[in-house]
């Protein structure tokens, strides 16, 4: 089997490294257009050849589009003009309605799943590919009722070797969701680290008394803001309407803590205890 990587970074890459390390008899065929990331995932064994894109994806069984989803949305159609007859295509974006409505009438739309794994880490590129990273996550597929059996059952397969759970959903459900369990957060971790180093201009010891409470907190505003910044622009509908929730509940500390209300602020955050019950 062969299957063509596009997109060589930390899912792409971990994905390849999954894959090989459970079928050693697969080759990955890798496309990347920085030359020093497609170098490096030679390197690290990720790929096993780098071709341009119309050469490697008319030879794969499986193509992976892997790249930031406002390329993505630029790839999929030329992608799915190049893919032969019998081979699948999935995506690993973290939004799907503009990629669902942009394949939507393609001849080929049966040969493509939506996919979205609920992985990752803040950093990127190939050297932050690891063989573990999907392997216990969830993958998200949407719109499964528009893909071909055959192909379904094919990608299905793929991530219950890669030890992936799976759910289903709607791309509409998708977007929704993920504003809020996944996008709002990234926001809010770079809206603190901003706020901090502001603040740290004027007192520069300020982060020789951070804990690992801030460490945690913001550890997501490490993340590529190459990767982010379309997806906030992508699922711009979702994310405001989570934003403006979000700011509504920052203001309701602000005036809590502004009056010295110990009483209502100790009832918020019971209500936020509540996460508990959902999270252990």
Known sequence: MVICVIGLGLLGGSLALGVKAKHQDIKILGVDANEANAQKAIELGIADQVLALEEAVPQADLVVLATPVSVIAQQILPVLDLLPADAALIDLGSTKELICRTVEIHPKRGQF????????????????????????????????????????????????????????????????????????????????????????????????????????????????????????????????????????????FKTIIDSEDEEKGKELMLRANEIRRILG
């Open 113 to 252: 799943v939506a996919s979205h794994p609920i992985a990752g880490t803040e950093y990127s590129g190939p050297e932050a590919a690891f063989v573990s990273l999907l392997q216990n996550k969830t993958m998200i597929i949407c719109e499964k009722e528009k893909s071909n059996p055959k192909t379904l059952q094919l990608v299905e397969q793929l991530c219950l070797d890669l030890e992936m759970n799976l759910r289903y959903m709607s791309a509409t459900d998708h977007d929704l969701h993920l504003a809020y369990v996944s996008h709002l957060s990234h926001i809010s971790s770079f809206a603190l680290g901003i706020t901090v180093l502001d603040k740290e201009k004027d007192e520069e010891n300020i982060f020789d008394m951070a804990g690992s409470g801030f460490s945690s907190t913001v550890r997501l505003a490490k993340s590529s803001p190459s990767m982010w910044a379309p997806i906030f622009t992508q699922n711009r509908q979702n994310v405001s309407e989570a934003l403006g929730s979000y700011i509504e509940q920052l203001q309701n």
